[in-house]
């Protein structure tokens, strides 16, 4: 079992940056996957950014340029650095992970919700205008 606990979310200004956290703990494989959703009232729950136990990345084309994903393996904890926030980037975030993950985000690059097996309670990120 994995428990994962995000911080980090809050109320910001269009342009603004923000940096959430997931603190992971628990029985996590050697071979995992994490990731980064969100989901907006009334849509659905979107993929954002993924990255492996090797450090591969994958990033939605939708947040490209503007979102980072990074890890901390002394802590296992997972980043998500966001900047030029604009109101359409208003939901809830949630970490998620899939323990074990074969494949990594390099093979397997899909950020699909289906695929996670742990998740997080979400983090809400306000943006206003």
């Known amino acids: 079992q994995v428990q994962l606990v995000e911080s980090g979310g809050g109320s910001v200004q269009a342009g603004g940056s923000l940096r959430l956290s997931c603190a992971a703990s628990?029985?996590?494989?050697?071979?995992?996957?994490m990731g980064w959703f969100r989901q907006a009232p009334g849509k659905k729950r979107e993929g954002l950014a993924s990255i492996d136990s090797d450090g591969a990345k994958r990033y939605a084309d939708s947040v490209k340029g503007r979102f980072t994903i990074s890890k901390d393996n002394t802590k296992i904890a997972l980043y998500l650095q966001i900047n030029s926030l604009k109101p359409e980037d208003t939901a809830m975030y949630y970490c998620?992970?899939?323990?074990?993950?074969?494949?990594?985000?390099?093979?397997?690059?899909?950020?699909?919700?289906?695929?996670?097996?742990?998740w997080g309670q979400g983090t809400q990120v306000t943006v206003s205008s």
């Open positions: 998620a992970a899939k323990s074990p993950c074969i494949y990594g985000v390099t093979l397997f690059p899909r950020l699909d919700s289906d695929d996670y097996n742990y």
């Open positions: 628990g029985n996590i494989a050697s071979r995992y996957c």
